[in-house]
């Protein structure tokens, strides 16, 4: 389970900045350019907190007793009883705003689509250090993480975190360098995904894995000209998944630290495949073989 900050200050002071009255009047446009200045003085800080975009993602973070400071509801939108009831036990105030706001805050956040009406602020999510997961290769024969090697698309990192979070892996190992932040965008192709999925942030991905190898990890890269296909027996031992940009693929220091590169056919004209597909293709396959009691055919 992941841990949060514990600060309690509040990223987005919208009872100051936009009131939340859905009988609001039209401002005036000295107030206007006041509120616009508040916001991006004070709301927009990155490190302040995150927005959760969507209904799905916003009950996930409410079933994980995730800290959210509020829910923006979008005014005239029915919510799911289950969100209202999971919000109302939790004390989470609903924010309704009027359309013009509500879609103000959605464009500023970049989330102008998939938000279903709602959209929710928490804490930041807690990054974990590298030194804390490792040790599961000696405690788990079976540990998971999948790591992400210049996947700089948000919306690729999120749909990524879902499909790892679904294969069960234990954490999703990313690069503080030419990696796509966890933005509503992100949020939202997860699917409440960041709630169950820990994240460890390291400096650089060629020295941890490096490292990981040195602590009994095996390491498997996704690429196009791999020497093994994706169905071979290679998965009977702590793994971590590699997985390349759709473009470029995995670089070739990474691939020089796999224990074996892994390729999955793919018919032409078609050059490759999108780096969540790929994910999510050779993750299963894994927990297939797993399942199976399948060894390993590598030395």
Avoid at 245 to 262: F, H, K, N, P
Wanted: proline share 6%; net charge neutral.
């Amino acid at each position: 389970m992941l841990e949060f900050s514990s600060s309690s200050k509040s990223p987005m002071q919208w009872s100051e900045a936009f009131p939340c009255s859905d009988q609001d009047a039209i401002p005036t446009a000295a107030l206007f350019v006041r509120h616009v200045l508040l916001f991006f003085s004070s709301a927009m800080q990155p490190n302040d907190g995150i927005y959760l975009c969507g209904i799905n993602a916003t009950l996930e973070a409410l079933g994980s007793h995730a800290p959210i400071e509020k829910i923006f509801v979008r005014f005239g939108s029915e919510l799911p009883p289950s969100l209202r009831r999971l919000a109302q036990d939790q004390q989470i105030p609903l924010a309704r705003l009027s359309h013009e706001k509500f879609d103000r805050l959605a464009k500023q956040i970049g989330a102008v689509k998939h938000h279903q009406n709602v959209i929710a602020l928490r804490q930041q999510y807690r990054e974990l250090p590298w030194e804390s997961v490792r040790p599961l290769a000696s405690s788990n024969p079976r540990a998971l993480l999948v790591a992400c090697d210049q996947i700089t698309d948000p919306h690729n990192l999120g749909a990524i975190a879902r499909t790892a979070a679904a294969a069960g892996a234990d954490a999703l190992l990313l690069s503080v360098h030419n990696t796509a932040p966890i933005t509503p965008t992100a949020t939202s192709a997860a699917a409440g995904a960041f709630e169950h999925l820990p994240v460890v942030r390291v400096r650089s991905l060629v020295t941890t894995l490096a490292n990981a190898k040195d602590h009994g990890w095996w390491i498997i890269g996704t690429a196009v000209n791999g020497t093994h296909h994706y169905t071979e027996q290679l998965y009977e031992r702590p793994l971590i998944v590699v997985i390349g940009s759709e473009g470029s693929g995995i670089r070739r220091s990474v691939q020089r630290l796999c224990d074996a590169l892994v390729r999955i056919p793919i018919a032409a004209p078609i050059e490759s495949l999108n780096a969540s597909v790929a994910a999510g293709i050779i993750l299963f396959e894994l927990r297939r073989q797993q399942s199976m009691g399948m060894g390993s055919n590598v030395a």
